[in-house]
């Protein structure tokens, strides 16, 4: 895969998980944690997927391919870090909302 194709997997991945993660959030705050749940579901996967292509980029490195890494990467990068935090504080928020709505 080429280091285009590398970024934009990465920035995709990282935009549909973290808009996964906040339609989860808004579905628990309105009570509905079936498709809270599933949304989550879906954002763990999409960012499984990033990490796939980002695990294949430092097995390579380590191979000796060197990957230049330039400001698109740089900016892939940031979107993935921002999913993954999006997507922790909304399982968070969501277990919280859980909680509060079985009292």
Do not use: P, W, Y
């Not at 998980?17 to 949304?39: M, P």
């Not at 879906?42 to 890494?69: F, R, W």
């Amino acid at each position: 895969m080429d280091i285009e194709m590398i970024v934009m997997k990465l920035v995709v991945c990282g935009g549909n998980a973290r808009s996964s993660a906040i339609e989860a959030l808004r579905s628990a705050k309105n009570g509905d944690f079936k498709h809270a749940d599933e949304r989550m579901e879906d954002a763990e996967k999409t960012i499984q997927e990033a990490h796939e292509v980002q695990t294949e980029m430092i097995q390579n490195e380590l191979n000796g391919e060197k990957v230049e890494v330039g400001l698109l990467m740089v900016h892939a990068q940031d979107h993935l870090m921002n999913a993954m935090t999006v997507m922790d504080l909304c399982k968070e928020m969501i277990d919280i909302l859980k909680k509060n709505n079985s009292r």
